[in-house]
């Protein structure tokens, strides 16, 4: 069993070719001049199928790109192609009336960004993946949510519900340092893909508890709620594998049901196989403890109240000093560098995980 798995099949991006016969569109007649003349840019994409590829095109004064980055995206449909600096440039797409996606590329970094969110409920959770050209996967990242927040791997709590929020360069900035952080943990952890196997278990004086998949190896998985970055998260971030005879069930042909839960206050855990329908409490398989673990409800601000704050007019009065350079993405080699530039934005990083509701975000006008 893997949890959401009908869903993502059905609703969430996943990384397949693409039917190579459909003949590629572009978004614009004319690629898109950046403000200050230095590229221009066009969207290029194919939908053919139910994942299809989405590609920024780079160019300077020919008709060939000189730059570009491609990444596989659920039924693209862009719009609103924008330059949100003269560094980054970004689109926009909707898939139904249930689904958002946004696509950003940093020109400098040949690197792209898509983040994709689904809300299957009006009243429900959103679910949300994101994706870059990573060199050791550009499948999807899955993520838990809750309401409209991305809990674990990538911490970006309360996004926005606007469309606009999203084509904005401090948004771009905070969700690709997100991204970034997870990619660099991915790398020094050696794993490639990463699948949740159980809910996931909260205690605000412990932390959050699920059992995770990393390249078919199930293990359980700690990390606390009080961090206000992806960076920061991960770095608290403990795992423990399970036992050899429940790997070997999990990966049967009728695996458990598996629940985690927290025992007390004291970091003790236990993981039942609920399976049974009749069984009243289920059957425990494992019982573990986290040493030294602590946590605290986090109550500061989240994304969309970030950006809300970046555009009053206190805070427009300095943004015309800030550099794309100093954009705090990058590479694992710049990671000092973007822990220093994006703690302005970063540090207070996301609003206390509420489980609130809304709908997708709108589009921007």
Not at 35 to 55: K, M, Q, S
Request: charged share 25%; aromatic share 8%; with cysteine.
């Amino acid at each position: 069993m893997r949890l959401f798995i009908g869903i993502l099949l059905a609703g969430l991006s996943l990384c397949g070719p693409a039917n190579l016969s459909a003949a590629p569109q572009l978004l614009e007649n004319l690629p898109l001049e950046s403000p200050e003349g230095t590229y221009t840019a066009n969207v290029e994409w194919d939908d053919a199928g139910f994942i299809g590829r989405i590609r920024m095109l780079i160019y300077d004064k020919g008709e060939t790109p000189i730059k570009s980055v491609e990444l596989p995206q659920m039924k693209p449909a862009p719009a609103n192609l924008t330059w949100i600096s003269d560094n980054w440039v970004a689109c926009e797409s909707f898939v139904a009336e249930q689904g958002a996606a946004f696509f950003y590329m940093d020109v400098a970094r040949e690197r792209g960004y898509l983040i994709e969110i689904l809300a299957p409920e009006k009243d429900g959770d959103w679910f949300i993946t994101f994706t870059t050209n990573d060199d050791v996967s550009s499948n999807s990242i899955h993520t838990i949510a809750r309401g409209h927040s991305s809990i674990f791997p990538i911490l970006l709590r309360e996004l926005p519900t606007e469309g606009l929020s999203y084509l904005s360069s401090d948004f771009a900035y905070l969700m690709a340092d997100a991204v970034d952080s997870y990619v660099q943990w991915r790398k020094k952890q050696g794993f490639t893909n990463l699948e949740f196997l159980t809910p996931m278990a909260e205690n605000a004086k412990v932390g959050r508890l699920a059992v995770m998949s990393f390249d078919n190896v199930a293990e359980i998985v700690y990390f606390p709620q009080k961090t206000t970055t992806t960076r920061e998260m991960l770095a608290l971030t403990q795992r423990q594998k399970l036992p050899a005879g429940l790997q070997t069930a999990i990966r049967g042909v009728d695996p458990p049901k598996l629940k985690i839960e927290w025992i007390g206050d004291s970091g003790e855990f236990s993981i039942t196989n609920i399976s049974d329908a009749a069984a009243s409490t289920g059957t425990e398989l494992v019982r573990g403890r986290f040493e030294g673990v602590s946590d605290a409800v986090y109550t500061g601000p989240g994304v969309a109240a970030l950006l809300q704050e970046s555009r009053s007019p206190e805070k427009k009065s300095d943004s015309g000093k800030k550099s794309d350079k100093d954009s705090g993405n990058g590479d694992e080699d710049d990671s000092d560098k973007k822990e220093s530039t994006s703690k302005k934005s970063s540090s207070k990083s996301s609003s206390k995980s509420s489980s609130s509701k809304s709908k997708k975000p709108s589009r921007s006008k």
